[in-house]
């Protein structure tokens, strides 16, 4: 980038030379979200072993092994990680893969493969537009990941956490967890409750809506009426097998999945 400077004590015009890096940059420039490891809607506990292949743990972080797990001391603004033997990937939607040339780093013992192709750090390959993006770390220590557009790697971005956050939400919302509950209001007839439940911010699709421990009426079945679900909101129905005795209900538990 070329700046043109006057010279006050010589009165002539000089042009520096500067580089691009010395200014802030407004784009978010990695692929890769919660690339961090700050963000934990589901509350993963470190070292808890999986129950299902490709289960997430970290948002937007999934370990592909059943019965493997990802370890890490307490999450705070830098986060090392040790990734699992069968590995731990992220999938980038299609959307957010302008394709051409692609550059991938991280920082720590963890190996690399990106579509099934290993890649090494620091490296430079193609992606096609509009295609799913899986990358994925094997074995090993991991820290500042980052997938970032272009041949030349860039310094590590770091996002502002409630950016990340939002980002994060766009494929997985948690609104109740453990002890805590969600309430379900509104009753339309003497054996159902009914909500409208617009979401925290709007997701990839139209989400799995999943609740445990429903309190309040024995009998009772809370489900998505997935005639009314949208990426923004869905109707969220109690049925009663015996006449509501109250207005409104509670479950714990409450999540809303549109991961990839």
Not at 74 to 103: F, H, M, S
Not at 184 to 205: D, L, N, P, W
């Amino acid at each position: 980038m070329y700046i043109t400077k006057r010279d006050e004590c010589t009165n002539f015009t000089r042009v520096c030379i500067m580089e691009v890096s010395q200014f802030p940059q407004r784009r978010t420039k990695n692929l890769l979200i919660n690339a961090g490891f700050r963000v934990n809607a589901r509350e993963y506990v470190t070292a808890t072993a999986t129950v299902a292949a490709d289960e997430y743990t970290l948002d937007r972080w999934r370990v592909l092994v059943s019965g493997e797990s990802v370890t890490f001391a307490a999450l705070d603004a830098v986060n090392e990680i040790t990734c699992p033997a069968g590995g731990l990937g992220q999938k980038i939607e299609d959307l957010n893969i302008r394709g051409g040339a692609y550059t991938i780093s991280w920082e720590g013992t963890a190996t690399c493969k990106v579509n099934g192709v290993s890649r090494a750090n620091g490296e430079s390959f193609t992606l096609p537009e509009d295609t799913l993006a899986d990358v994925v770390f094997y074995s090993g220590t991991l820290v500042f990941v980052q997938l970032e557009e272009g041949s030349i790697r860039t310094d590590n971005e770091f996002r502002h956490i409630s950016e990340e956050k939002t980002m994060c939400a766009r494929y997985y919302q948690q609104y109740s967890k453990g002890t805590t509950t969600h309430t379900i209001g509104g009753a339309i007839s003497s054996q159902k409750i009914r909500e409208a439940f617009t979401f925290a911010s709007e997701m990839r699709v139209a989400p799995a809506v999943s609740f445990s421990a429903v309190q309040d009426g024995a009998g009772a079945d809370i489900t998505s009426d997935t005639t009314f679900s949208a990426i923004t909101s869905t109707n969220l129905t109690q049925v009663g097998a015996t006449a509501r005795t109250t207005a409104r209900t509670t479950a714990k538990d409450f999540s809303l999945d549109a991961e990839l």
